[in-house]
């Protein structure tokens, strides 16, 4: 009798222990997907406040994971990808610059603004070390000097795009051209929108 109970409770006990564990897989499972939408929900709404939502979201939504919830984490983000692009777009523009069949003022226009475009790098670097130390006492200083530095690289953006209307440029190089140039503003109006949502969060 004392072995068949024993047999009884060996295998009651691995049932249980299976029951357990398939419940607790099925609720991890379930709660990964929610934590998903919740933090893919909250990229969206914080977006609404940007310029350009949409474009703003697109960037954003494949780093939800590493964001969560975290206001500071996604104005981090946005930064971090805007200073991404303006270096990408920055080199492109440099490989362009040098290519054949380019007119002299179009060489010029170009040369004014990778040297912009630079600036904006800085401006943008900047930016992101200056974010890693935004706490404590010294917040509201270390945004104020965010905020100015975003908004030199956003008005270095907008002198470069300007610096390719009217008849300076023509064809397929100008829209590739300006269109990444825009870009590269539209992702940093996103990204200091986002930073004075975290600065009015604080204050």
Known sequence: MEGSCNNRCHLLTVFLILVAFTTFMEFASAARPVTRRTNTEFIRTSCKSTTYPNLCFSSLSSHASAIGVSAHLMAHAALTISLE???????????????????????????????????????????????????????????????????????????????????????????????????????????????????????
């Open 85 to 203: 692009t303006a270096q990408s777009t920055s080199a492109m523009m440099m490989k362009v610059a040098h290519g054949q069949g380019m007119t002299k003022r179009e060489v010029g226009a170009m040369s004014d603004c990778v040297e912009e475009l630079g600036d904006t790098v800085s401006e943008l670097r900047k930016s992101l070390g200056e974010m890693k130390q935004v706490r404590g006492r010294d917040f509201d200083l270390k945004m104020n000097d965010i905020q100015t530095w975003i908004s030199a690289a956003l008005t270095n953006e907008d002198t470069c795009t300007e610096g390719f209307g009217g008849k300076v440029m023509n064809g397929k190089v100008k829209t590739v051209v300006r269109g990444k140039i825009l870009e590269v503003a539209h992702m940093t109006s996103n990204a200091l929108a986002l930073i004075n949502s975290l600065a009015a969060l604080h204050g």
